[in-house]
Structures are given as C-alpha cells and as structure tokens.
C-alpha cells in the first residue's frame, strides 16, 4: 500500500506473527530503471519481512522487463506483482494500473515482457472490470495467464467505485472457477473469521489483507491462529505498536521518518472511537517527539476493541 507498507511497517507486523507473503508498496518500473534501486527506500528491506514480493507499476512492457532484470540481478525478492489494479487520478490519467484492465493487449505484453525477464514467481493484483463486466475480467484473466503469469489477486470493486460499495467477493469464486490457477482474494477482510468465511466461500488460494493490518499489524498473527482453531490472543496494549513502530523507522531515510509515521496514525488511530479527533490533534504537532508526547496521552487509557475492524474514513 502506497506510502504505507515500507520496511519499518512490514517490521512490525513480522514482530507479531508475519502472512505467509509480504508485499512492497507500489515501485514505478521507471524509478527502478532510471535511479540507482539500492538507494529506493521504497525496495528497502531486512531479514524478518520476508518472503517479499515486489509490486511494479508502470505501462511500458520493456521498463518492466529491464526494472525485474535489474531487480533480480541486484536483490534476492520471492518475486513480483503486476499493478492493473491502482485506479487513482494519476493512474487513470497516465494508463497505468486498473487503466490497463481496458488494454488488455498491452497487459498481456507487460506479463510476457517480466515473464522474459525472470524465472521467479509472478503476480498480477486485478479489480473487477469496468461496470463489474465479468466476461472481461476473465478475459483479461486468462491473457495474463497465458503469458506465464501464475497467481491472480483479485480486489472485486470497479475502478470507478473507489471504496463506496462492498466488494463482489462472488467474482474471487467465479475467478478461481473459471481458470483454476491460484487466485488471491482481497477485499475487506476485517476480521480473521472474514478470512477464513472468504477462503471458504470463493475457493480462494489465499487472502490478501490492506487496511485491517494498517489498524491491526496483528492481524496475521490472528488470522494463523484462527485456522489452526486456536483461541485468539489478546491484542497488544494500544501503545505498544506505536513505540514499536517509532523504533523500526531508523530503518527509513530520516527525511521520511515522521511522514511515514503520520500516514500510518491516520489508520492505526482509526481503531478507537475519537481517532480521528486524535489524529486532528495529532497533526497539529510539529514533530515526531511532541506528536509520541501527546500519543501516550491520548492512548494510556484506551483498548482495542474486539474484532472486526471498522474503516471510519479511507482519506
Ligand atoms: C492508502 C492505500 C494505498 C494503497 N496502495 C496500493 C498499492 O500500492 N498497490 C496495490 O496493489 N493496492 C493498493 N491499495 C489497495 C489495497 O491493496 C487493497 O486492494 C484494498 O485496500 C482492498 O483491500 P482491504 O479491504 O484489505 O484494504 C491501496 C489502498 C489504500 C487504502
């Protein structure tokens, strides 16, 4: 996720219990080839949020075939996902991301091209087509498919939906039906009975969780225990990610540090019923000290509610 899942917080979902796969945020293809990669925050990464899958974004096939080739030469990731699935302004504007679901020649071209350049695994993160025009995600599904990519994550909502309606967790189970390859469902799992309700009612391979684990960096940890039929863990004291994550930031440029951690408080807050009043107070501070200062304030008194996670605002 965009600005949010970097090194410093896949650091603290690993100290919890990491998901079986780990995902960068989204890299242009074009930062990979035109800056020098080891210098990309964005790609920075450490032992312990592994395995991690890189996400590229882009349009050009031979950017994204000379970015994987860089990539593999110079880094040990588990493999790459391909973004046809981001549907902001400048996405849309540009024709990358879920602009591309309406090319799907192109597409097809982007995964040949990162299929020529690496033997590692592939992914591609989808939404649903356009008006939910199911025959076209499939198409486009199997065009993917026929180049060598290998697994498919499917976020049912429309481009033009944003988050308004629930997604049409029916089009995973359709997904998975009609071409029987690896399907990732994703899409408002809130809670670890979500997961396993979303692996049992799609046939899905795995889930995908986004903004659960930006409130809940637990949430893995809860989801494993779930289906091993386990009794849920209690969640951590409402502070403890909060320094915990103060502390993995050293593994950000200093530049980013408080950014990052100020768009990350925009979520985590969002557990407790004045967080976003918090997060308003929050803001008004002028760095990283004074805002942990008035954190512990807010927080000293404060539980994270049972589950399921509730999303008061997506920005
Ligand atoms: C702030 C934000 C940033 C995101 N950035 C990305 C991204 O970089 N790449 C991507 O594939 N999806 C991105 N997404 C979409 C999520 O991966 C996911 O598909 C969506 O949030 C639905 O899943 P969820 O209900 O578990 O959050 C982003 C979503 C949000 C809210």
Redesign the pocket.
């Known amino acids: 996720?965009?600005?949010?899942t970097h090194v410093a917080f896949r650091r603290l979902v690993a100290h919890y219990g990491p998901p079986d796969l780990f995902y960068t945020?989204?890299v242009s293809v074009r930062a990979v080839v035109f800056q020098p990669p080891e210098r990309d925050p964005y790609l920075w990464h450490t032992e312990a949020d592994r395995p991690l899958i890189v996400?590229l974004s882009g349009r050009e096939p031979e950017l994204f075939e000379e970015a994987i080739r860089i990539l593999d030469q110079k880094f040990d990731f588990a493999g790459y996902d391909l973004?046809f699935?981001?549907s902001r302004g400048r996405a849309r504007r540009q024709g990358w991301g879920a602009a591309l679901l309406s090319e799907p020649d192109l597409a097809r071209e982007i995964a040949r091209a990162a299929r020529r350049a690496t033997r590692k695994p592939l992914s591609a993160?989808l939404r649903s087509a356009p008006g939910h025009n199911l025959k076209k995600l499939l198409s486009f599904a199997e065009g993917l498919l026929a180049e060598g990519v290998e697994t498919l994550i499917l976020?049912p909502r429309a481009p033009e939906e944003g988050f308004r309606r629930p997604?049409r967790w029916e089009e995973i189970r359709e997904l998975k039906r009609a071409t029987g390859a690896r399907i990732i469902g994703?899409?408002?799992?809130f809670s670890p009975e979500d997961a396993v309700r979303m692996l049992s009612t799609t046939g899905c391979d795995g889930v995908?969780?986004?903004?659960?684990a930006l409130l809940r960096p637990w949430i893995f940890r809860d989801v494993k225990t779930k289906l091993q039929g386990g009794p849920l863990p209690p969640p951590p004291h409402p502070l403890e990610p909060v320094e915990l994550f103060v502390r993995y930031l050293d593994l950000l440029p200093e530049t980013l540090r408080e950014k990052r951690f100020t768009l990350w408080l925009f979520w985590y807050l969002q557990n407790f019923p004045f967080g976003l009043y918090y997060f308003g107070r929050i803001q008004k501070e002028t760095s990283l000290e004074a805002k942990l200062d008035l954190l512990r304030d807010l927080l000293a008194a404060e539980e994270v509610p049972p589950y399921p996670v509730s999303i008061r605002q997506?920005?």
């Open positions: 996720m965009d600005g949010l945020e989204m996400q973004n699935g981001c993160k976020h997604p994703n899409g408002d799992v995908m969780i986004g903004r659960a997506n920005r």
